[in-house]
């Protein structure tokens, strides 16, 4: 009777262990576009508007994702068009984990960071967009961070601009 108690318990605790533990074996898929503005529409004459297509978009040099605790292959970019900033992961794939933030940092450390939200995806293409106002000459380095446990997970670092 002793056993069969131990052993349901030792049941119990394995689904309760691989519950709390398998999101990170779990991969998140997503493809995002180039992030774009819609395009503008101008009134010509009364009663008539015409579409303005034309969107600037400039994109910084490529940075690789480098890997720090965790494996990662992927490329990182700045992007910028006439009324945002985002930074853009194209070609990502890690693995997942607890509490996974995106930071654009001014070191590899995270003392000080741009939260840009939790991750959205392992694998993919994916857009996050950056405040205004950030300072992309001081915060030079973006980072998948694990905020539960204060571990970096991978970086890439963009060179300064001026």
């Given at each position: 009777m002793h056993k069969k108690i131990l052993l349901g318990g030792g049941v119990i605790v394995g689904i309760l262990?691989?519950?709390?533990?398998?999101?990170?074996?779990?991969?998140?898929?997503?493809?995002?576009?180039?992030?774009?503005?819609?395009?503008?529409?101008?009134?010509?004459?009364?009663?008539t508007t015409t579409t303005n297509p034309t969107l600037e978009l400039s994109i910084t040099p490529r940075a690789p994702l480098i890997a720090q605790a965790?494996?990662?292959?992927?490329?990182?970019?700045?992007?910028?068009?006439?009324?945002?900033?985002?930074?853009?992961?194209?070609?990502?794939?890690?693995?997942?984990?607890?509490?996974?933030?995106?930071?654009?940092?001014?070191?590899?450390?995270?003392?000080?960071?741009?939260?840009l939200g939790p991750i959205r995806a392992t694998e993919g293409s994916v857009n996050y967009t950056i405040p205004k106002g950030t300072d992309l000459n001081k915060y030079h380095y973006a980072l998948i961070w694990c905020r539960a446990f204060g571990v970096l997970f991978s970086y890439a670092q963009f060179e300064p601009t001026t």
């Open positions: 262990a691989w519950w709390l533990i398998s999101p990170i074996w779990r991969t998140i898929r997503l493809e995002e576009k180039l992030p774009t503005r819609p395009p503008k529409t101008e009134t010509v004459l009364p009663g965790h494996e990662v292959s992927g490329e990182a970019l700045l992007i910028k068009n006439d009324q945002e900033e985002f930074l853009r992961f194209e070609n990502l794939k890690t693995i997942n984990g607890p509490d996974l933030r995106i930071y654009l940092s001014a070191d590899l450390k995270a003392n000080d960071f741009v939260d």
